[in-house]
Nanobody, 123 residues
Framework: QVQVMESGGGSVQAGGSLRLSCTAS????????VGWFRQTPGQQRDLVGT?????????IYADSVKGRFTVSQDNTRRTVYLQMNSLKPEDTAMYYC???????????????WGQGTQVTVSS
């Protein structure tokens, strides 16, 4: 059974930084994709970026965060990070990580989801 868990959310002032962490346990090997998503109340869940743990290939999809957010993993390939710099109030959202074997830009393609972590950016 795959379990996904994210952590690291919180409150920060505009211009500050946060790093979210995600672990996905239960895959038989370390070759899977982790997607970072965010969602505000009443809105759809949007893809921020993905990383394939097998080769570390990371892509940021959300234009609004390019140049400010990066996705990476640790040397063990068991923890994935979303580094968020120069945060803006509009980055305020619930952030989720999700995992599946191959990367996809479609949220509903992800089989396993964490519970979410709140990020609040104040002006």
């Amino acid at each position: 059974q795959v379990q996904v868990m994210e952590s690291g959310g919180g409150s920060v002032q505009a211009g500050g930084s946060l790093r979210l962490s995600c672990t996905a346990s239960g895959f038989p090997d370390n070759n899977y994709c982790v997607g970072w998503f965010r969602q505000t109340p009443g809105q759809q869940r949007d893809l921020v970026g993905t990383i394939y743990t097998g080769n570390g290939n990371a892509i940021i999809y959300a234009d609004s965060v390019k140049g400010r957010f990066t996705v990476s993993q640790d040397n063990t390939r068991r923890t994935v990070y979303l580094q968020m710099n120069s945060l803006k109030p509009e980055d305020t959202a619930m952030y989720y990580c999700a995992a599946r074997r191959l990367c996809s830009v479609i949220p509903s393609n992800y089989n396993y989801w964490g519970q979410g972590t709140q990020v609040t950016v104040s002006s």
